[in-house]
């Protein structure tokens, strides 16, 4: 099935439905990510810390299991990121995410290899610098998202980036972040003036996604208070799922413990949650949309299901009411 939502991205990136998976460390692996753009969607693989030889492992995973476009996010903080674009760049991968900030100084090596490169951007001003420097699009995240967060939630960031780009002359698709995982949330963001959507959450709790059981039942279990944000105070905000770490953290946050030495307590903590099942003692990153997934299903079942609702809120939407058919 193919949508004529979010046409806009979906001839630029030639996908059937407007919906990109977000590029998770750890989980956002050639499993997840092949099921993403088989089914469709675009998948992206999470680089996170990871080095190079493993990004390259998981491009030809991927490519073996897909010709459909996928993407690899780059995570801008970890000492792999400038190999990891040289393998983007060498690989010719159809689409770069990149993460945690700018990625203006590799655009233009990026653009020359014909890669497609698509910032993560929590600020209009970003937005708009990134657009000028050559960006393919942009996707806006909000604070509502897991992992690592900007200060704007979804609902004001999206159409202020829209509005931003357009006001600077440069109307790049925009993709909106956090907060977004049904088909509600998808014809919203498409009221606020983006193209599509990305997910992030929704899709770890798949089966196809390589996440420990026990993660997946901790963002099924979870309700609408469940995720807090930590680490305001070293300067990464962190949203995850409260648990007996994240109050021991701040704990020691609110006893002014130096932000070096708490950096280094929440080392290998996602991991251990994503991969061991260690949801009490790791980092259960997840975004507030927790409250909202209930189940584990299907890559292709999910992204039908969204699509769908979707277009049926926005007939309706468009309808006489009820009474006056009758
Ligand atoms: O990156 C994410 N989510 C993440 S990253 C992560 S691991 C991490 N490790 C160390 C430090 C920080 C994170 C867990 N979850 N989402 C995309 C995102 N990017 N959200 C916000 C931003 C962002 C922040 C600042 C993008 C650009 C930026 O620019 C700063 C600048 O240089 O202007």
Same mark, same amino acid.
């Given at each position: ?12 990136? +030639? ?9 998770? $460390? ?31 492992? =998981? ?14 996010? #780059? ?28 990625? *203006?100084?590799?655009?233009? /090596?990026?653009?020359?290899?014909? #890669? ?22 942009? !996707?806006?995240? %909000?604070? +509502?998202?897991? %992992?690592?967060? %900007? ?26 972040? %956090? ?7 998808? $014809? ?7 193209? *599509? ?43 995850? !799922? ?16 130096? &932000? &070096? ?11 251990? &949650? ?5 949801? $009490? ?6 975004? =507030? ?6 189940? #584990? +299903? ?21 309808? +006489?009411? /009820?009474?006056? /058919? &009758?």
């Amino acid at each position: 099935m193919k949508t004529r939502l979010g046409r806009r991205l979906t001839e630029l990136f +030639e996908l059937d439905y407007p919906v990109f998976q977000g590029g998770m $460390a750890w989980v956002g692996t050639s499993e997840l990510v092949s099921a993403v753009s088989a089914a469709g969607g675009l998948g992206i693989i999470g680089s996170g810390n990871a080095p190079a030889a493993w990004v390259a492992g =998981q491009i030809e995973l991927v490519r073996a299991r897909t010709d459909r476009p996928f993407g690899v996010n #780059v995570l801008l903080v970890s000492p792999h990121a400038p190999s990891i674009i040289d393998l983007v760049c060498r690989e010719r991968v159809p689409v770069v995410t990149t993460g945690a900030g700018n990625p *203006g100084p590799h655009m233009k /090596r990026l653009k020359d290899a014909g #890669v497609k490169v698509v910032p993560v951007v929590s600020s209009v001003g970003l937005a708009v610098r990134l657009a000028r420097a050559g960006a393919d699009a942009v !996707i806006a995240e %909000g604070a +509502e998202s897991g %992992g690592h967060i %900007g200060e704007t939630a979804t609902l004001p960031l999206v159409p202020e980036v829209v509005d931003g780009l357009r006001a600077d002359g440069h109307d790049v698709p925009v993709v909106a972040a %956090g907060g977004i995982a049904d088909g509600r949330g998808l $014809a919203a963001a498409l009221c606020l003036g983006a193209d *599509g959507v990305q997910m992030g959450t929704r899709f770890v709790c798949t089966p196809e996604c390589i996440a420990h059981p026990a993660y997946k039942q901790a963002i099924v279990n979870a309700g609408d208070r469940a995720t807090e944000v930590t680490g305001r105070a070293t300067g990464h905000p962190v949203r995850a !799922i409260r648990n007996q770490f994240t109050r021991e953290w701040e704990r020691l946050e609110a006893a002014g413990t130096p &932000a &070096a030495e708490l950096e280094a307590l929440g080392a290998g903590r996602f991991r251990a &949650a994503a991969l061991d099942g260690e949801v $009490a003692r790791g980092t259960v990153i997840a975004g =507030q949309v927790s409250g909202l997934v209930r189940s #584990v +299903e299907p890559v292709p079942v999910i992204l039908e299901s969204i699509v769908k609702e979707a277009e049926a809120i926005l007939r309706r939407l468009c309808e +006489e009411p /009820r009474s006056e /058919r &009758a």
